[in-house]
């Protein structure tokens, strides 16, 4: 066994501060909701890999709850994503200013 | 060989990830997710996560992906109108707060100790991440979160109609 779970809990943490920084530095409102989708998976991964080296397979249940919650935020938000589009004919996170007074 | 492949598709994965947040155009974008969520799921693989990798490639690489492509052909967004400003105040503090926690991940790990002895039992290949085993644990000790999760399907479900409605009236 040459992998052990430090391998996958730091290639959880690169791909989640990979996402982290698309969520904080995009601006096109899609590519943020991938990078949401991405900071996502990231935390699967670490789920699974503790599962794995816990031997308990409660880290599959809360993946799978996980994944259900993903796909109804992913269907939500692109929802608003289109309205948004449909109002301000751009989906730049700069020009939502809505509330700024 | 385990390490190999854990290797290859850990390159894969960040490689995709990487293109997902610096590409211009969100098709490319929404295509590299695809690979890493893939290689996710190979590795969920080599952790003897069967189902949940099954579950993966359905659910995200399959339902999610197409939500996304769909939305992105329907806006039919110009690609130069959201480049990717690697000069602005915006860019520069994310960056900074990325280091940041980047910093902070990989210096704990120094005051971490004994993760790696956590694995003590030996995992029987056989019933570990089938779907039998899955199954029987998510409708005994899960029932009631496994039942609420079809709630919220059904609250997602009614918000995006009402959004949707509210847009033509």
Known sequence: MGISIEHYLVLSAILFLIGAFGVMARRNLIIVLMSLEL?????????????????????????????????????????????????????????????KG | METIIFYLFAILAVAGAVVVVSHRNPVTSALSLVLTLFSTAVLFVLLLADFVAVIQVLVYAGAIMILFLFTVMFLNLRPESLEFDSKSLTFKIS???????????????????????????????????????????????????????????????????AIAKRREG
């Open chain 1, 39 to 99: 900071m996502l998976n990231a935390a699967n991964l670490a789920f699974i890999a503790f599962a794995n080296a816990l031997n308990d397979m409660t880290g599959h249940v809360f993946m799978i709850m996980s994944i259900t919650v993903a796909a109804a935020e992913v269907a939500v938000g692109l929802a608003l994503i289109v309205s948004i589009y449909s109002h301000k004919n751009s989906i730049d996170v700069d020009i939502l200013k809505l509330l």
């Open chain 2, 95 to 161: 960056a900074f707060f990325v280091v940041l926690l980047a910093a902070g991940y990989f210096a704990s790990i120094g005051f971490r100790k004994g993760l790696s002895s956590l694995s003590p039992t030996t995992i029987d290949p056989k019933s570990f991440g089938s779907v039998e085993g899955v199954g029987k644990l998510l409708f005994s000790d899960y029932l009631l979160p496994f039942e609420l999760t079809s709630v919220l399907i059904v609250i997602a479900i009614i918000g995006v109609v």
